[in-house]
């Protein structure tokens, strides 16, 4: 009787964080599960950005995302969500200023950049926010494009400021493509696993010229995001 009633205690306390967003040590072996009205893609969040993995998480877990829009969408370079204001939005409302009280300090990681389906944390400018704090739950996934060496030799030079970028980012860069320019001020916390057509068709979407510039002419949501059991890619 007395293990029966323990079993059930776990089991309530189990569902009661699912509910509120809480981590369990379960989702460090999970992936993220993104459904919109454009079709599904999944990202894998990185154990090198631990706070970062942690938010968008319990973000996850506490049904934050659902219902949210890709409200600024750049073909070429990245699709922007996690603004809770463009929930009920209205068609040409400007979008973007949303999101919880709190930002998320860099964590900045040599080894994770801006590759095409890099998973990023959205921030305020180096004007107001020097220490390049993220916000607490708008992200980006990296379109971005494919650099010849050429390309990357000028990127290097001119906005660089003769800085080098890694060889085998240079390799990356040039193959799968990505935003070279955005490495070291924004972290990366995560990989698009699947859904790349998914990323394009977004990213190819018809935006709007108006006060709310660079939202999709129309709606492009996220129906449900969770956490999903890791499969092998």
């Known amino acids: ?54 938010n968008f998480i319990r973000l996850v877990r506490s049904k934050y995302y659902n219902g949210i829009l890709f409200h600024r969408v750049i073909k070429n370079f990245m699709i922007q969500s996690g603004d809770p204001d463009s929930r009920h939005a209205h068609g040409g409302q400007p979008l973007g200023e949303g999101g919880p009280k709190y930002t998320i300090p860099a964590e900045l990681n040599a080894r994770l950049f801006h590759q095409k389906g890099a998973l990023g944390a959205a921030r305020e400018g180096d004007d107001v926010n020097p220490q ?23 990127l ?29 001020n924004y972290t990366v916390f995560g990989q698009l696993i699947s859904g790349y057509e998914v990323l394009d068709k977004i990213a190819s979407a ?28």
């Not at 660079?214 to 092998?232: L, N, T």
Request: aromatic content about 6%; overall charge positive.
């Open 156 to 184: 290097e030079e001119k906005r660089l400021k003769g800085a080098k970028l890694p060889e085998d980012h240079r390799k990356v860069y040039i193959t799968r493509g990505g935003t070279p320019h955005l490495d070291g």
């Open 206 to 233: 018809p935006t709007s010229k108006g006060k709310d510039k660079d939202r999709p002419v129309y709606d492009i949501r996220i129906i449900k995001a969770k956490m999903i059991k890791r499969s092998e890619h």
């Open 1 to 54: 009787m007395r293990k029966s009633l323990f079993i059930l205690v776990a089991v309530v306390l189990l569902l009661a964080g699912c509910a509120t967003g809480k981590i369990t040590e379960a989702d460090y072996k999970k992936d993220v599960l993104l459904q919109t009205n454009y079709g599904n893609m999944v990202l894998r969040l990185s154990d090198l950005t631990p706070q970062h993995r942690d």
């Open 132 to 154: 390049k704090a993220s916000s607490g739950s708008q992200f980006y996934i990296v379109q971005g494009r494919v650099w010849t060496s050429g390309g990357l030799d000028t």
